[in-house]
């Protein structure tokens, strides 16, 4: 038998003395060959939808950095673009949906219409061939309540209100919406699997904005459902839960939800969190994205104290937040060699 990929073996519970890495949108605008690529495509869904582009960049980043995993290009509101919804993207802007205002907004979304992702499907298989052996293979989606939030919204906004007002309001239309984006998810996620991504990442981008009665109805429960159904129909699959902003959650969390790993955000103590949690639990991140675009003696601080933290423990070196366009690729090369103690 070929020997378990670091990252693989990291999430069923191994100690490395030299973690893993990968960095969350390490596929993105920090690369000069990304960029150009990306003014190829007419628009960023259709980038998302064309296999030969998506698998290009989810390439582009092993290629140059060899980091331990690829993870899918992508975006988490192709769920629901595929659930009838309509989803565009302003240059500069970000996301734009159609928002969903009423109880009434909800039933009128379609069936959730796996097919209209298959380029995803494609982009996946087209990458899992190329991939170096050693290289292991994330697909993800969006948390309901992170999804939900930008569909009743119509767009992100900075605390994400309109989603909350909703749920207070219309709280068993809310419950339907979150229902529907469970299921969702859990397909899309096991086609994902099916074709051949290796471990999945659930990202809870928002579930920080929640109060605790919120936040266990519309983060925890939800995920904790996932992670079991994806758990009983593809066991041999690691999930990743990033809750992000659920700082003081996570020892809760790590007990309840079933994954395999632990996304940590940019605020979170590291030696907390490792004093919080079991020691066979891999916990990932957490370099704060802005240190890296400062560099120099900073960036190996930062980069030094991480590694002490976690040391002796199953972890999975990343970013507390996704790597910003702005970052100097010189400071990737610097924080690799650090990591790897090149």
Not at 210 to 221: D, I, K, Q, V
């Given at each position: 038998m070929s020997e378990e990929k670091r990252l693989i073996s990291a999430l069923r519970g191994k100690a490395h003395d030299v973690p893993p890495m990968w960095l969350m949108r390490q596929a993105g605008r920090y690369l000069p060959e990304y960029r150009e690529l990306r003014s190829k495509a007419r628009s960023f869904l259709d980038f998302c939808y064309t296999p030969s582009m998506a698998a290009e960049v989810t390439l582009q980043p092993v290629r140059r950095f060899h980091f331990d995993a690829a993870i899918l290009f992508s975006d988490i509101l192709v769920i629901p673009d595929a659930m009838g919804q309509t989803v565009s993207f302003e240059t500069g802007e970000g996301p734009r949906l159609d928002p969903i205002e009423t109880p009434e907004g909800v039933d009128r979304l379609g069936v959730f219409d796996a097919e209209k992702l298959s380029p995803v499907f494609e982009t996946i298989d087209r990458v899992k061939s190329a991939l170096p052996s050693d290289v292991a293979f994330i697909g993800f989606c969006g948390a309901p309540w992170t999804v939900a939030?930008?569909?009743i919204a119509g767009k992100g906004t900075p605390d994400q209100a309109p989603a909350r007002l909703f749920a207070f309001r219309h709280r068993d239309a809310f419950q339907k919406l979150?229902?529907?984006?469970?299921?969702?998810s859990v397909d899309y996620l096991i086609r994902q699997i099916d074709a051949g991504v290796e471990t999945v990442q659930i990202f809870d981008s928002w579930a920080g904005v929640?109060?605790?009665?919120?936040?266990?109805?519309?983060?925890?429960?939800p995920i904790t459902r996932m992670v079991a159904a994806l758990k009983e129909k593809r066991p041999g699959t690691p999930v990743i839960a990033f809750v992000r902003g659920a700082d003081a959650q996570l020892p809760g969390l790590t007990r309840r939800l079933g994954a395999d790993g632990y996304g940590l955000d940019t605020a979170l103590d590291a030696k907390w969190a490792v004093a919080e949690t079991a020691s066979s639990v891999c916990l990932q991140g957490n370099l704060d994205p802005l240190a890296l675009i400062a560099g120099g003696d900073a960036l190996d601080r930062e980069v030094d104290a991480i590694l002490a933290a976690f040391a002796g423990r199953p972890h999975i070196f990343n970013l507390g937040h996704g790597i910003l366009p702005q970052t100097p690729i010189d400071n990737v090369e610097r924080l690799i060699a650090r990591v790897r103690r090149a």
């Open positions: 939030s930008y569909m979150i229902d529907r984006l469970v299921e969702a929640l109060p605790a009665n919120e936040f266990e109805s519309w983060c925890a429960a």
